[in-house]
């Protein structure tokens, strides 16, 4: 009887498990640009003492976050340098060159390339341990900036 009771006890944990599954927090980064609505939609993960950038694969596209793709929904047509953006809903991914420098990678919802835009590579102002994408708007003018560990990836647009 008490096997039985151990048998089911352990059956019921197990199919309890997936539940408890560690999902990274979704985080929300928002501007006004030209008048109109810029987002990001992202994963947090954090460091928890790893170094997380510095393992990126050279060559291969990051998504930018944990579990669910980066997604970045803008009413505005944007333009990073000569690359255009218009207005819609696309994934966001980095690529690292194993050089020091990052590419913004911005693809349709089924992974075709729309824009390659190389990211502006400096030193964060403080340590981030939990991933944040920051997207700033003013006028006509808007920075997208990642921030994690003692990294920060810019890259500057403009909306119309």
Known sequence: MLMRHVLLAAAALAAAAPGFAHAAPRGLAKALVAGKSVSIEYGRPSLA??????????????????????????????????????????????????????????????????????FVVGKAKETVETFTIELRGQKDKGEIEL??????????????
């Open 49 to 118: 003492g790893r170094d997380m950038l510095g393992r990126a694969t050279p060559g291969e596209a990051w998504r930018m976050g944990a579990d669910a793709a980066t997604k970045l929904t803008t009413e505005a047509d944007l333009s990073f340098g000569s690359a255009a953006v218009p207005k819609g809903t696309y994934v966001l991914k980095a690529t690292p060159d194993g050089k020091g420098a990052w590419t913004l990678n911005v693809l349709k919802e089924d992974e075709t390339k729309v824009a390659d835009v190389p």
């Open 147 to 160: 921030l994690w560990g003692e990294t920060s990836l810019k890259a500057a647009f403009t909306g119309k």
